[in-house]
């Protein structure tokens, strides 16, 4: 585990990192920065281990004993600095400060891997800036970030900065059946999870929210209810609104699809088929494509400073206010036929 080869998506960044290695071009310091949840700190991780392995060859061997060591997270040499509490303290980069986590073991190299970096304290930050000025011959940071607007400019103009971006639901895919063993439900999670593996984990531990949003759709559906709907649970926090508008996005894509096509195994919800199939017979073409439509600006704006509230309640009004269903769920149950 963690080696540059095994890393997936990213290529360029891999590429780069195996030559800095393998032709002894290492920079100082490196600022790892992109989304949460697209690999960043595994990338951080197998860099780590390929600067201690001595193979030569650029990345991770895996079998010499620093490999081995680095791989049970027991490198002497290796430093895995994370908040403690709000903030990542001076007293935790105390080894860099007074200089003998640098100078006790040689000629070798030393390695900083500093998770959510944007939470140094002016102080640590400072200590690392000093440590660039004048750089120990091994030493190497490694910061990482899903912010970089929140690290010190002085910090960042020293660091060679590398932007990680989404990955393509394929790679998602590929990571999460090989980490979480999902089975069907792996590629939904990669379906809703906007190219970070690591969303696609979080969905993967709740299918529960997937199950309301079915349910709250054939309740909107079905009964046309008079005034604002509520989402039976309000979302804690943006990421939380935009799980759930991804839930209505795939919900309303395979909805789509049972209207265009009829194919069930093109479903992703697949073991929601019937209530799909209730779904696709209660609303016309034009008005699904109206509500996916919504539901991406939603949420687009969600990623933006929006009234939450409100961009959720205007993607609800149009599933409600846009049925066309006359009336109640009885006239659509599976096996109408009235869809295809
Ligand atoms: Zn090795």
């Known amino acids: 585990m963690y080696s540059l080869r095994d890393l997936e998506g990213h290529a360029k960044i891999r590429t780069n990192l195996v030559n800095a290695v393998r032709h002894n071009r290492v920079s100082h310091a ?6 949460p949840g697209v690999g ?5 991780l197998a860099f780590a281990r390929a600067l201690l392995c001595p193979s030569g060859d650029g990345d991770a061997c895996g079998d010499c004993d620093d490999c081995v060591r680095s791989g049970r997270g027991a490198h002497p040499d290796l430093h895995v600095v994370r908040p403690d509490g709000a903030s990542i303290k001076i007293k935790q980069l105390r080894g860099v400060r007074d200089g003998t986590t640098l100078t006790s073991f040689g000629e070798g190299r030393q390695v900083f891997l500093v998770e959510q970096a944007e939470k140094m304290t002016v ?4 200590c690392i800036l000093k440590t660039l000025e004048e750089p120990p011959g091994g030493v190497v940071f ?3 970030t899903d912010d970089p607007a929140g690290m010190p400019p002085t ?8 932007r990680f971006n989404v990955l393509t639901m394929d790679e998602v895919l ?3 059946t090989r980490t979480s063993g999902a089975g069907d439900r792996a590629g939904l999670a990669a379906a809703l999870a906007g190219g970070s593996p690591g969303r696609a984990l979080a969905l993967l531990e709740g299918t529960g929210d997937r199950d309301r949003v079915v349910e709250l759709a054939l309740g909107l559906t079905g009964q046309r209810r008079p005034g604002v709907p509520a989402p039976p649970e309000e979302p804690a926090n943006r990421e939380e609104a935009q799980v759930f508008v991804r839930h209505i996005t795939v919900l309303f894509r395979d909805v789509m699809v049972r209207q265009q096509t009829g194919a069930e195994d093109l479903l992703i919800n697949i073991d929601r088929r019937e209530d799909i199939t209730a779904l696709a017979g209660a609303y016309d073409r034009r008005e699904v494509l109206d509500i996916l439509i919504t539901a991406e600006e939603t949420d687009r704006r969600l990623a933006g400073n929006v009234n939450q509230r409100l961009a959720l309640d205007s993607l609800l009004l149009k599933i409600a206010g846009k049925s066309s269903m006359k009336g109640g769920m009885a006239d659509v149950l599976p096996g109408s036929g009235s869809t295809v």
Do not use: H, M
């Open 123 to 126: 102080e640590a930050a400072n």
């Open 155 to 162: 910090v960042l103009s020293r660091c060679q900065c590398l």
């Open 174 to 176: 590929r990571i999460i």
């Open 30 to 35: 490196y600022l790892f920065f992109g989304p």
């Open 142 to 144: 490694i910061l990482v």
């Open 40 to 44: 960043k700190k595994t990338a951080g």
